[in-house]
């Protein structure tokens, strides 16, 4: 994950410019919601809500299994890692809240190990913001490995998507994760290292992730 690969800026829900002068807050409340597993994807719910505290007046965030429901709420951002499927909070979230969602504007982020590049930066017509540290080219794009098709975009977004039809959010992006294997079992190990070979270490890119957040945090509060 050292060098990005193609940076996808046109999927970043980047704002218009707005005339002169610092940001202020002129969206009511977000609600900021993740799951986590290990606790990297925590720390980058952290950094998501910082940047969205320029755009909103408020801005609350809660693990998905005791977050609220998002009624009352101005805009909303679902957040989990990839763990065999989106991280199940995520997912129960999600598919129990879809009917609401359908009425406020919400984006999703997924942290994941291993993202295939296919060169489509959209989803079932749905942008995707791929994180550049993360896609990787498959070896020849004729032929995919099993590895590089479970890796998909559209098999890991597209999956999220059916748990929230009919409502759709604004946007998805998938950022790059962090392994670290002195925390996970022997079953998680071989599930990360064997069946979708990634590479242990934090892959995450502040950068990456906080343009993405400021961006949509923007977009979402006019
Ligand atoms: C058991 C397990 C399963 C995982 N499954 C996937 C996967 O299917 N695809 C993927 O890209 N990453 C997968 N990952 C990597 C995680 O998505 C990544 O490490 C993420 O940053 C972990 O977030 P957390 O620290 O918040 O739990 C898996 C990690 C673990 C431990």
Redesign the pocket.
């Known amino acids: 994950m050292d060098e990005p690969q193609d940076t996808p800026r046109e999927t970043l829900p980047v704002a218009e410019e707005t005339a002169g002068g610092d940001a202020v807050a002129t969206g009511g409340r977000a609600l900021l919601v993740y799951a ?7 720390e980058v719910a952290d950094a998501v809500a910082e940047e969205f505290r320029a755009a909103f007046v408020e801005v609350d965030v809660y693990e998905a299994d005791s977050a609220p429901p998002p009624a009352g709420y101005d805009a909303v951002v679902i957040g989990g ?5 989106w991280h199940k909070d995520a997912r129960k979230y999600l598919k129990r809240h879809r009917g609401e969602l359908g009425d406020v504007p919400f984006a999703l982020f997924v ?5 295939t590049e296919d060169g489509v930066n959209a989803v079932e017509g749905m942008p995707i913001a791929k994180d550049p540290w993360l896609v990787k080219k498959p070896r020849n794009a004729e032929k995919l490995s099993r590895k590089e098709r ?2 998909l975009p559209r098999h ?1 977004v597209g999956d999220i998507l059916k748990d929230c039809a009919p409502a759709r959010p604004r946007n998805v992006a998938v950022f790059a ?3 670290d294997l002195t925390t ?1 079992n022997l079953f ?1 190990k071989l ?2 290292l064997v069946v ?1 070979g ?1 590479t242990p270490g934090d892959g995450r890119h502040y950068e990456f992730i906080r343009a993405w957040a400021a961006g949509l945090g923007e977009a979402l509060a006019r």
């Open positions: 986590s597993r290990h606790g990297s994807t925590r890692p990839m763990i065999m499927g942290t994941a190990a291993s993202l479970y890796a890991y994760g962090s392994l996970m998680e599930f990360v979708i990634a």
